[in-house]
């Protein structure tokens, strides 16, 4: 499970914080250590815009109930000698708890909470890709941050979020009918659709002679999309297909010609790389 509210275990919280470090890098979130309780853990955390500080405490399920989680913070409060600020998302449903106890508290949610990400979401749901075994969701959340460090518009970053949507024939044959599409962002859909028409015009199986063959898209917007996609998707090409993979020669040599066409140094991409794989090492 992406984010199960319900761990009992230290190891099913770091399963938790990972997935959530991964979801909310793109809104400028980084976890740092975290401290081990009999009750639960406390994770330690920044965010780029602030010097502070900010503080997470998830509560095993085996101990919730009788004011745990308000002890525990003034516990935590008492032991550093002030009253730290606790932050959170909508998503971890402590948000009304937080301000009932009037404990001070953040809550960043980046764009996890628009029509785009809960459609893409729902769709997507828990569901892992079948060889890697990572979730599918991956994709979307870590594509986001590159999106983020490369300063892309908030439209390119909804598009990018649509763009599994209407990418396949057989995607957008099955979403066009879905209600809540009506609910999108007339401008992302419209550049998901032109995604889809640039992407889909250089494949892995085509072979080409020359990079001026491989097409770009009028729109700054799409282009960005495509290097948050090429560099995500050849992140994870690397670590769970290279050298095993029936193809792996021609995928390889085909994410290299996108690196080449974007303008995405090889020094670029792996610094991307290496974040990327590091919002998946918390300790």
Known sequence: MRFNKNGRTFEEVLEYYTNRSVQLAHAGVKMGNNTQL??????????????????????????????IYHKLYLDKCEQLGYRINIITSTNCGLVDYLAHKNI???????????PEYKLIETIYGD??????????MNHIDE????LYKINARTKAKLAYILHPVFQGDSEIVNNITRSDINNLDVKAVILAIEY???????????????????????????????????IQNRKDFELYHLGTHARSN???????NWMKRLSID????QNFKNELIKFHNIK
Do not use: C
Not at 143 to 146: A, E, K, R
């Open 143 to 146: 594509g986001l941050y590159i």
């Open 196 to 230: 889809r028409h640039i992407a889909n015009d250089y494949l892995s199986k085509r072979t080409i002679n020359s990079l001026d063959e491989i097409r770009l898209s009028p729109l700054d917007s799409v282009n960005n999309m495509l290097i948050a996609d090429k």
């Open 127 to 136: 569901n892992k890709a079948e060889r890697s075994g990572v979730y599918l």
């Open 104 to 114: 001070p508290h953040l809550v960043v949610d980046g764009l996890t909470q628009t």
């Open 266 to 269: 090889e020094d670029k991409y």
């Open 250 to 256: 021609e995928l390889d040599e085909y994410f290299k």
């Open 38 to 67: 009999t009750e639960g853990v406390w994770v330690e955390q920044t965010v780029d815009w602030s010097d502070e500080k900010f503080y997470s405490l998830y509560v095993y399920e085996q101990f919730r109930g009788n004011g």
